[in-house]
C-alpha cells in the first residue's frame, strides 16, 4: 500500500502543476486567409488578332516592329466580318500595308507608322499564296483569307540589298479591266548595283542622261570612271520599262477580249473595303489622316471604314 503524502508535499505539486499549466497559455484558433480575388482578364475577340495576320505589304522590313508600338484595335473589322456586317457571308481577301504620318502622341508630333487593312470581295477563287483563316466560332459563314509572307526574317541578313528592296517596295495588285495608273507614267525606279547601292528615280522625259550621270556624280560620290556606265545602265533600264508597259498593255487588252463573261462581270463588280485602326485610350487618333487611296492598282477603296 502506498505512503499517503504529507500536506507540504502534496500543496507543492498542485502548486507545480498550477503554474505549468498558466504558463501554456490557451490555443488560439488561426483565422482563416482571405480569398485571393481572381484576376480578371477581358475575353479575347474572335478576331481581334486578324489584322496582324495580313502581311503589311510594301513596309520595310527594318519598321515592321514598328507597327507594334501601339496596341491597335481593328474591331471595326471584326464586326463587318460577323453577323450583321457588311462582309458577312462573303468570301474576304484581306491584305495589309502601312501609312506614315504626323500624328499627336502624348502632346508631341511623331511620325507613326499606322497599319491599315484592304478588304476586297469578289466572286472568284484566286490562286495565288492565300492563307485561309479558320474562325475560332463555327457559325462565322465568312471566309477569310489572307496574304502572308514565305520569307523568314532571320534569313534576310543573308539576301543582298536588291533582294531585300524587292520586299520594301511590293504590292498587290490583281488584273482589273481598266489600266493601272502608271501606264503612261515615265518615271522609273533605279537601282544603281554600286556600293552602297544608289536609289533613284529617273524621268525619261524629263530628265538627261548626262546631267542626271553628273548629278551623281557630285551628290552621290559616283566616281568619274562610272558616269558613262551609269547612263547605259539608265539607257537600258528605260527600254525594258517601255517594253513592259507595252507588253502589258497589249496583254491586258487580250485578256480582256478572251475573259469569261462571268469573270469579266465578277471583277466588274469587285468592292474594297479599307480599314483603319478604330480610336482608343491607349492608340494616336488617325480620323484626320484617313484617305481612300489604296495603291496605283487599286486605287481608290470604294469604302472608307
Not at 502543476?17 to 490555443?27: C, L, N, S
Request: charged share 35%.
Amino acid at each position: 500500500m502506498p505512503r499517503p503524502r504529507g500536506r507540504k508535499r502534496a500543496a507543492a505539486a498542485a502548486e507545480e502543476e498550477d503554474a505549468a499549466t498558466r504558463g501554456r497559455g490557451k490555443r488560439v484558433k488561426a483565422s482563416p486567409k482571405p480569398e485571393t480575388e481572381a484576376e480578371y482578364f477581358p475575353e479575347k475577340r474572335n478576331l481581334e488578332d486578324l489584322w496582324l495576320s495580313a502581311f503589311p505589304v510594301g513596309t520595310e522590313w527594318e519598321n515592321i516592329d514598328k507597327i507594334k508600338e501601339f496596341n491597335w484595335n481593328f474591331e471595326n473589322l471584326e464586326k463587318a466580318l460577323e453577323e450583321g456586317g457588311e462582309l458577312y457571308e462573303k468570301t474576304v481577301y484581306l491584305f495589309g500595308s502601312t501609312e506614315p504620318q504626323l500624328l499627336g502622341v502624348n502632346g508631341e508630333s511623331k511620325i507613326v507608322l499606322i497599319p491599315i487593312v484592304v478588304a476586297f470581295c469578289i466572286l472568284l477563287m484566286l490562286i495565288v499564296f492565300w492563307f485561309y483563316r479558320l474562325s475560332r466560332i463555327d457559325s462565322l459563314k465568312t471566309k477569310i483569307f489572307t496574304l502572308g509572307c514565305t520569307q523568314r526574317r532571320s534569313a534576310l541578313r543573308h539576301l543582298k540589298t536588291e533582294r531585300v528592296k524587292l520586299f520594301d517596295y511590293c504590292m498587290p495588285y490583281y488584273m482589273p479591266l481598266n489600266p493601272p495608273e502608271n501606264e503612261d507614267d515615265t518615271v522609273i525606279n533605279i537601282l544603281y548595283p554600286f556600293e552602297p547601292p544608289i536609289f533613284c528615280e529617273f524621268n525619261w522625259e524629263m530628265d538627261d542622261y548626262e546631267d542626271f550621270a553628273d548629278e551623281k556624280v557630285r551628290e552621290e560620290g559616283l566616281p568619274e570612271d562610272e558616269r558613262e556606265k551609269m547612263k547605259e545602265f539608265l539607257k537600258e533600264k528605260v527600254r525594258e520599262r517601255k517594253r513592259e508597259l507595252k507588253q502589258a498593255k497589249e496583254a491586258r487588252k487580250k485578256a480582256i477580249d478572251d475573259m469569261d463573261p462571268k469573270i469579266k462581270e465578277a471583277f466588274e463588280n469587285i468592292q474594297c473595303y479599307k480599314f483603319y485602326p478604330v480610336k482608343t485610350l491607349d492608340t494616336p487618333d488617325v480620323s484626320n489622316v484617313k484617305a481612300r487611296y489604296i495603291n496605283r492598282y487599286y486605287r481608290n477603296a470604294h469604302h472608307l471604314m
